[in-house]
């Protein structure tokens, strides 16, 4: 059995978790490691608490804490620094006492070419797009999802004092009922689109703000009365991009054209759908569910329009209808359908 830590080492510990996470976002693997050790020691909590509080109220700590943060290490004087300003306020500990535990998590995922669908218990409906994974932290006074990748449908069922939140590196969501379909696209951007009701979309919380947040089960939900929140309708798309200190800046807000939606969206029943597109885009929407691709031999053939629908995963059958309908030829080389004049 391992000895029982130090209160001392346990708040060394928590100052440079908070530390880390008030330079940078978490990544995915360091996520999983506070979890750990929040889950390792019931006062871990209580200590990232007393840490965060104490990060706020001193920031004259601030400077040495960031320089350290490139080291991935709290230099020793500024540990002391914490630890001391921590004796003058020990009622933060009190802050942890009866404080919810964090909400139970639980991943839903969906493999290359996959499009999977899935039940939630409020009645709301989860569609996942390929290769696409989000995470669930549902409490009693919020519904909490992140955006890990890819893509996600969202059918909210109405719950008016229980708000249904989605979270994202680049910005956050909420909402009390509709529908909408959210992107992290290859480029680094994010779309959302909006079928029904209202949601309001602003940047993503600091990763503090967040990451208390997810381990004690506090609402730090969005205030949709914000400045920087944006209220998009059904019919309406939103597209977020990287901003500054690693959130999302809103880079354009338009109504979309009757039908465009829904042809968006055919992905869910796992077909794609084109109305004008060129053979270039269309080939790379076909890419996103299969490690095969469409290379185009001619600039004059990728600028090619191209409507219908399609089954997403079948390539073939797509390349063969593009080779009957503009009198060109294909061929297949290994992973590869060459199209051709």
């Known amino acids: 059995m391992s000895a029982r830590q130090t209160a001392g080492a ?45 990060l706020l109220s001193r920031r004259d700590t601030a400077p040495a804490v960031e320089e ?20 003058g306020v020990a009622g933060l500990a009190a802050l942890g006492v009866g404080m919810r535990q964090p909400a139970a998590r639980q991943t839903y995922s969906s493999a290359l070419g996959e499009v999977r669908h899935v039940p939630l218990e409020d009645g709301s409906t989860l569609t996942l797009n390929t290769d696409s994974s989000v995470t669930l932290a549902y409490t009693a006074g919020r519904r909490l999802l992140y955006l890990d990748r890819g893509e996600a449908f969202f059918d909210v069922a109405p719950v008016s004092d229980r708000p249904f939140v989605v979270r994202s590196p680049l910005a956050q969501l909420a909402t009390t009922g509709g529908a909408c379909c959210v992107r992290l696209n290859g480029d680094g ?93 269309a080939a790379a929407q076909f890419a996103r569910y299969s490690r095969r691709r469409i290379v185009l031999a001619s600039d004059r053939l990728a600028q090619r329009h191209v409507s219908g629908l399609f089954q997403a995963t079948d390539m073939a059958g797509f390349a063969h209808a593009v080779a009957v309908g503009f009198s060109a030829k294909y061929r297949e080389e290994g992973d590869t359908i060459v199209l051709y004049d």
């Open 10 to 54: 346990i708040d060394l510990a928590a100052a440079a978790w908070v530390a880390r996470m008030d330079a940078r976002a978490l990544t995915a693997g360091e996520r999983g490691e506070l979890d750990a050790w929040l889950a390792a020691d019931p006062r871990h909590l209580g200590a990232l608490v007393r840490a965060r509080a104490l």
């Open 68 to 87: 350290a943060i490139a080291r991935d290490r709290v230099p020793l004087h500024s540990r002391r620094r914490l630890l001391a300003a921590a004796a």
């Open 189 to 281: 951007a994010m779309t959302v689109a909006v079928l029904s009701g209202k949601l309001a979309v602003e940047g993503a919380p600091s990763p503090l703000a967040e990451t208390l947040d997810r381990v004690t089960g506090r609402d730090w939900t969005l205030d949709l009365g914000s400045r920087d929140a944006v209220l998009v309708s059904g019919g309406q798309e939103v597209s977020v991009r990287p901003g500054g200190a690693g959130r999302g800046s809103l880079v354009s807000f338009e109504v979309v054209a009757p039908g465009a939606l829904d042809r968006a969206l055919t992905w869910r029943e796992g077909r794609l759908a084109f109305e004008g597109e060129t053979l270039a885009q």
